[in-house]
């Protein structure tokens, strides 16, 4: 459902979207905040995902976008991190999942994702390079919400990663009912490992 305005003019009331309306779920964030899971909560819970990246769910028509669009499709969920970057075309019915995570611990797990990707890549001292992503989190998360809002009249579900893994059945009630879609919540919860919020030791998207 989502909110329209009703003939009086400001209150607001809820319709719900006929199961014809087929939209495409946008699954998003700046990495490293969860969207890699939501895309397997979704998988497991039976909504259609658009992925070819097995490990992190993504499409490799992602980093064409907004020149190359055309591999979209309704009725299925897509991951598309950094969407300042990767921008979503004008003119198709999105609904947009937006993931956070504490911004330290997400910038942390930023640095350990790229020195397990380039470990001879010479950087910046990790302490400027945390400064760095976490300011640029904190500016550029307001930016992306407004883009979404732009691209759809849907309302935006912002999720919380420390959220996800500490209770993931209340999130994946709240994916179900967001994408008005009965999902398997059984198997949703069974793809996430509780765990504490701090960074993982691993890297489960590239099996380190």
């Known amino acids: ?11 607001r009331r809820r319709v719900r979207i006929p199961q014809t309306v ?31 990246k097995p490990g992190s769910l993504e499409h490799t028509g992602m980093a064409q976008l907004p020149t190359y669009s055309t591999w979209l499709e309704d009725g299925c969920a897509v991951k598309i991190n950094d969407p300042h970057l990767f921008t ?10 937006w993931l956070s995570r504490d911004p330290k611990q997400q910038a942390k797990s930023m640095i350990k ?3 397990a990707l380039w470990p001879h890549k010479e950087v910046r001292s ?10 640029f ?27 996800i893994i500490t209770n993931p059945e209340k999130i994946s009630n709240r994916i179900q009912n ?19 919020i701090d960074i993982h030791p691993r890297i489960m998207e590239i099996g380190q």
């Not at 459902?1 to 209150?11: A, L, R």
């Not at 699954?27 to 497991?44: H, I």
């Open 22 to 52: 087929r939209m495409i779920l946008v699954v998003s964030s700046f990495g490293r905040a969860g969207s890699s899971l939501v895309m397997k909560m979704l998988q497991a819970g039976g909504y259609p995902i658009l992925a070819n």
């Open 126 to 135: 990790e302490r400027a390079s945390m400064r760095f992503k976490m300011k």
């Open 137 to 163: 989190i904190k500016k550029s998360t307001p930016q992306c919400l407004r883009l979404f809002k732009r691209l759809s009249k849907r309302p935006v579900i912002q999720i919380n990663f420390e959220e």
């Open 178 to 196: 967001y994408a008005e879609r009965k999902l398997n919540i059984n198997k949703m919860i069974k793809v996430v490992e509780t765990r504490a």
């Open 88 to 97: 979503p075309p004008k003119g198709l019915d999105y609904q947009f999942i």
């Open 113 to 115: 994702l790229n020195k």
């Open 1 to 11: 459902m989502y909110p329209v305005p009703n003939k009086m003019g400001n209150k």
